[in-house]
């Protein structure tokens, strides 16, 4: 068969990669392979790894040469894994695993080791050996911040590609082997065990984090809400006490704009309880976030009865308490 063909063929099933010893493997001699880098048809990524010329340069296929070039058994994990899985909240970076007994040193790949790698705990998809999403989370505890560990947990939960029991199994093996991140992410999935359908968009993470500036009672996530005829509904933020709704109102995180139209007679009937509602846009949000603060800390005061909160007042605060007030949380 033609050399360049066979090159070809290869490259064309590892994102455009290919490997010299795989490429001697499929009966490219060393001299073909010495050649074609030569005249820059193959295009050196690592030691013994090169880049078909022409094919586009994405992430696909530098998470595919670092897997290549960590030598057989090597498959995306931690960060890597989080970006091939579309995990929210992440950056991707090329990132592997490896048996304990290997230590493969590829140049701006970072390597974990391991004793051994479960069977159950990955996959080839798309020709890229990757951790499972469980192993992936596991993985990512141990190296990323507890917000970016929380947005991607979050997102798995939401598509269903883990679930929290078990997690919170795989994090009983975890912490007898000593991993890092176990206390963190065992206690975000506390909260959402407590809580099983805690925050469920970018939205509502964002708005809640804006929300624990305020200087107010945290609002309860995702409350439940009898409705007129035995139907759920369930409220983005509430202050059940004085019945107080935030609804992260946007047309672009509704599937269709007849989900957006449900949630606007959803509403109405919420509203029919006795409940007030503040509908809020991504743009209030990142534009306006003093604003917002001052609206949901007057309709919060303006409640009736005696509400428990940070001033522990049961009347509206006046202008000047809302400036102070405003103004602390604007040097925030």
Not at 37 to 45: E, R, Y
Not at 133 to 147: G, I
Not at 272 to 289: A, N, Q
């Amino acid at each position: 068969m033609d050399a360049d063909l066979t090159i070809a063929r290869l490259a064309a099933t590892q994102h455009g990669v290919a490997a010299r010893k795989q490429l001697l493997g499929a009966g490219v001699s060393p001299h073909v392979v010495q050649h074609r880098v030569a005249k820059g048809l193959l295009v050196p990524v690592h030691a013994g790894v090169y880049r078909l010329a022409g094919t586009a340069e994405t992430w696909h296929q530098r998470i595919m040469a670092a897997t290549v070039a960590a030598g057989p058994g090597a498959v995306a994990s931690h960060r890597a894994a989080a970006f091939l899985h579309g995990l929210e909240g992440v950056e991707p970076q090329p990132e592997v695993t490896v048996t304990r007994h290997r230590a493969p040193r590829p140049q701006g790949v970072v390597v974990h080791r391991l004793a051994s790698l479960r069977p159950g705990d990955t996959e080839v998809c798309d020709g890229i050996p990757r951790t499972r999403p469980p192993a992936t989370l596991l993985a990512l505890a141990a190296v990323v911040p507890a917000r970016p560990l929380e947005i991607a947990l979050d997102d798995a939960l939401r598509r269903g590609l883990v679930s929290c029991a078990h997690l919170l199994r795989r994090l009983d093996h975890a912490a007898r082997s000593g991993r890092p991140g176990v206390a963190v992410l065992r206690e975000l999935l506390a909260a959402r065990l407590e809580r099983p359908r805690w925050l469920q968009s970018e939205f509502e993470r964002r708005l809640f984090a804006l929300l624990r500036t305020a200087d107010l009672p945290l609002p309860v996530p995702q409350f439940e809400v009898r409705l007129p005829g035995g139907r759920k509904a369930f409220l983005d933020f509430a202050w059940p006490a004085v019945r107080l709704a935030l609804e992260a109102d946007s047309y672009r995180h509704h599937a269709s704009r007849l989900d957006w139209s449900r949630d606007r007679t959803r509403n109405n009937l919420v509203i029919s309880l006795g409940w007030r509602v503040l509908p809020v846009t991504w743009e209030d949000m990142v534009d306006k976030p003093d604003e917002l603060r001052t609206t949901v800390f007057r309709a919060h005061f303006s409640g009736s009865g005696p509400q428990k909160g940070a001033k522990n007042r049961s009347t509206p605060p006046c202008d000047h308490d809302v400036r102070v007030w405003a103004g602390r949380c604007g040097s925030a």
